[in-house]
């Protein structure tokens, strides 16, 4: 009886932490993701952190004006195994030009998912490889 209890009591705790990991957020809740848009401008901050790293670049606007976009990037983790980090040969820099292609905020803030970088060498660093839950 005290094993069938035990058993019960490990599955139940197996569904609900299932349960949790599904309930991360969605993507879609805040992101358009039928979209993309690309912007060029100067990268200013970038933090790799987990679950989710962010990129600042600020664009010049026509008027002079600038504006900080943020972008959400994958992990650490993510961004490592993809070739980004902040130091050795292939370090992203502050005050470094970047073009980035990205899936905007549905409420048109300054805000996206980052799908690419370009630099201002033509390379290509690819974040979420086309599919934003990378």
Not at 18 to 41: F, N, P, R, T, W
Request: aromatic share 4%; proline share 5%; net charge positive.
């Amino acid at each position: 009886m005290i094993g069938r209890a035990l058993g019960c009591v490990v599955v139940c705790g197996c569904l609900m932490a299932g349960a949790s990991l599904q309930a991360h957020h969605s993507l879609a809740g805040v992101y358009d993701m039928k979209a993309e848009k690309e912007i060029a401008g100067t990268l200013t901050k970038i933090q790799f952190v987990n679950p989710h790293g962010s990129m600042t670049i600020t664009v010049k606007n026509p008027d002079g004006t600038t504006t900080d976009w943020t972008f959400t990037t994958g992990s650490a983790t993510t961004l490592a195994d993809r070739g980004i980090s902040k130091v050795g040969p292939n370090a992203l820099k502050v005050g470094e030009p970047l073009t980035a292609k990205f899936i905007p905020a549905r409420n048109g803030s300054p805000l996206g998912f980052l799908k690419s970088i370009t630099r201002a060498d033509g390379t290509v660093m690819n974040i979420s490889a086309g599919n934003p839950n990378d």
